[in-house]
Antibody, heavy 118, light 113 residues
Framework: EVQLLESGGGVEPPGGSLRLTCAAS????????MSWVRQAPGKGLEWVAA????????FYADSVKGRFTISRDNFQNTLYVEMNGLRAEDTAVYYC???????????WGQGTLVIVSS | DIVMTQSPDSLAASLGERATISCRSS????????????LAWYQQKPGHPPKLLVY???TRESGVPDRFSGSGSGTDFTLTISSLQAEDVAVYYC?????????FGQGTKLEIK
């Protein structure tokens, strides 16, 4: 059974930093591209960042480019996103997703809530 | 960026009734060399993450009931629930994966009348 378990969310002031972690199990992690998709409270979905199976290629939404860094450890089956320069508009539930097709989110974690507030 | 627009924003239908959700993309998401439409549908039930229902505009994900069907091509797409069940209450999102950034529609909230 595919499991994606996010952690690392919390409350940070504007300008702060957080690192989110996604522990993956139940599938061959190193064979799949992975992504982070976020959902602001009561709002829709936004694809934030993606990383290829090898980690050699990444994508960032313009809204986070230069502030967020996605990475992965294929030995530890873990996905990360380092979030710097946090803004109020980054407040959202962040979902770790497995791309079963390129930019198709076949599996989702339960999400971790990030709140940016002073 | 490709803008995805869903209609309606909310929909109420009776149990057993057909429910139809539309999705329009601001650009063509059909890729002729592969003969595929790069369009997916997701279902999000309250308090849960989204779940993939349909990809390639009309291919049901494994385990998705056959009352869910996707159709359309180019810029106009439809998700149809043939006979609404109580467990289908959710927000439904379309998403294009033709080009980056991948973008979602604003969502359609489906309720029981």
């Amino acid at each position: 059974e595919v499991q994606l378990l996010e952690s690392g969310g919390g409350v940070e002031p504007p300008g702060g930093s957080l690192r989110l972690t996604c522990a993956a199990s139940g599938f061959t992690f190193s064979s799949y591209a992975m992504s982070w998709v976020r959902q602001a409270p009561g709002k829709g979905l936004e694809w934030v960042a993606a990383i290829s199976s090898s980690g050699g290629s990444t994508f960032y939404a313009d809204s986070v480019k230069g502030r967020f860094t996605i990475s992965r450890d294929n030995f530890q089956n873990t996905l990360y996103v380092e979030m710097n320069g946090l803004r109020a508009e980054d407040t959202a539930v962040y979902y770790c997703v497995t791309e079963t097709l390129s930019y198709v989110a076949g599996y989702w974690g339960q999400g971790t809530l990030v709140i940016v507030s002073s | 960026d490709i803008v995805m627009t869903q209609s309606p924003d909310s929909l109420a239908a009776s149990l057993g009734e057909r429910a139809t959700i539309s999705c329009r993309s601001s650009q063509n998401v059909y890729y002729s060399p592969s003969n595929k439409n790069y369009l997916a549908w997701y279902q999000q039930k309250p308090g849960h993450p989204p779940k993939l229902l349909v990809y390639w505009a009309s291919t049901r994900e494994s385990g998705v009931p056959d009352r869910f069907s996707g159709s359309g091509s180019g810029t106009d797409f439809t998700l149809t629930i043939s006979s609404l069940q109580a467990e289908d209450v959710a927000v439904y999102y379309c998403q294009q994966y033709y080009s980056t950034p991948p973008t979602f529609g604003q969502g359609t909230k489906l309720e029981i009348k």
